[in-house]
């Protein structure tokens, strides 16, 4: 499927929701923010990683049916595609392995839940910081918007981000891990 650019503007939208609870999910692991509280902390858990599942599939693709990918950026806009770096596949090296393993595990009720150990959270982890890498990449390109208007992403929802949102959100400010 092709998308022109005001669809990609729109997909920008929904990009910036999934970086955005990547990162503030990072954020929340990373200081312990839910520790003494294992439900909670659970969903938190699998919260990001379901928004790293749609990071790796952007990313990596490829994409299925409608969904939207980085190459659907670098084929509608030439300056786009000239300052994205190439993604050197894979990087993470088993991006691919680590994309299925969520897909079987989170996305759908599979006989891999039970059939197969299910990795420690480490395997998931080791991950973050290239994918944070590409985030960043991916928002210094020409057509990513600044970070003021990511911050307005949850308009649809009808609500402003919680600061903990918006500072990890800001392009000028990358998680660290």
């Not at 990547?22 to 954020?27: A, E, K, S, T």
């Not at 990596?60 to 050197?88: M, S």
């Not at 993470?92 to 392995?97: G, I, K, L, Q, S």
């Not at 599979?110 to 080791?126: C, M």
Request: positive net charge; glycine residues 6%.
């Amino acid at each position: 499927m092709q998308f022109d650019k005001e669809q990609l503007k729109k997909a920008l939208k929904e990009f910036a929701f999934d970086v955005q609870h990547f990162r503030c999910y990072v954020q929340m692991h990373r200081n312990g923010t839910l520790d003494g509280h294992p439900t909670a902390g659970q969903a938190v858990v699998y919260a990001l990683l379901l928004h790293m599942r749609v990071l790796l599939d952007f990313f990596y693709g490829p994409t299925r049916e409608d969904g939207v990918g980085v190459g659907h950026f670098r084929r509608t806009l030439p300056e786009f595609g000239a300052k994205f770096p190439n993604i050197k596949t894979p990087k993470p090296r088993d991006a691919e392995e680590v994309r299925i393993n969520l897909h079987k595990r989170l996305a759908h009720l599979t006989a891999s839940r039970w059939e197969k150990q299910s990795p420690h959270f480490e395997y998931y982890l080791r991950h973050f910081a290239d994918m944070e890498a590409l985030i960043l990449s991916f928002q210094r390109c020409p057509a990513y918007p600044s970070a003021n208007t990511l911050c307005g992403f949850d308009a649809r929802l009808g609500r402003t981000p919680p600061t903990i949102i918006v500072n990890v959100l800001r392009a000028d400010t990358p998680t660290t891990y």
